[in-house]
């Protein structure tokens, strides 16, 4: 466990995955041109933008998880060998499931 709360530091971050994930949204509902050329270059920007929209969503579920893991009291171990999380790994990512040592082994 953490000697700070990451309560901010989670909501700051599912915040900005949510305000990306309404922008793309809006952006797949927008009109699409006439012109049957523009179209084909409209469907390739609409494949970046739903990896880019399901990339959002995994990160909000990933926030959604570490949430239940800090009401829980386990936020900060690792879910895989249980050892506590570094600091400086779950400043940087504050939703992280696994220490270095597994993330590294796990490829993850």
């Known amino acids: 466990m953490t000697s700070r709360d990451p309560r ?3 909501d700051a971050l599912y915040d900005e995955y949510s305000r990306r994930a309404t922008a793309i949204r809006r952006d797949l509902g927008l009109q ?3 012109d049957f050329a523009e179209q084909a270059v409209e469907r390739q920007n609409d ?3 739903e990896a880019l929209l399901a990339e959002a969503e995994a990160g909000m579920r990933q926030i959604g998880m570490a949430r239940l893991r800090l009401a829980d ?3 900060g171990v690792c879910q895989r060998c249980g050892e506590a999380i570094e600091p400086a790994r779950l400043q940087a990512l504050p939703a992280a ?3 270095l040592s597994c993330a590294d082994r796990a490829g993850v």
């Open 8 to 10: 901010a530091a989670l």
């Open 97 to 99: 499931e696994f220490c």
């Open 47 to 49: 494949e970046v933008l």
């Open 73 to 75: 009291g386990c936020y």
């Open 32 to 34: 699409r041109n006439a």
